[in-house]
């Protein structure tokens, strides 16, 4: 299943344009690292200080996986304001 699923990424277009969703996700993490490395100072302080502090120290790595999975998520059947989707 798992190897349906990351084949499915490189084949489904997540853009009009042709850009598959894995192509879309790369680029959205590699937008994230260019962020986390100008803006890490600013962010991180912006970032309400009454957050459990494993929140705080965890926020890069949700940010990430949000990323990598937004696109898959309505894809496979979750509509992107959260709601349950049922396909047919």
Known sequence: MREKIQSLLKELWAKDDGTTIREHTDKLL???????????????????????????EKFWKILELACEYH?????????????????T
């Open 71 to 87: 696109e898959r998520m309505s894809t496979f059947g979750i509509h992107r304001m959260g709601w349950l989707m049922v396909r």
């Open 30 to 56: 590699e937008n994230l690292q260019k962020l986390r490395d100008y803006y890490r100072k600013e962010i991180e302080e912006l970032i309400p200080k009454g957050l459990p502090t494993e929140l705080r």
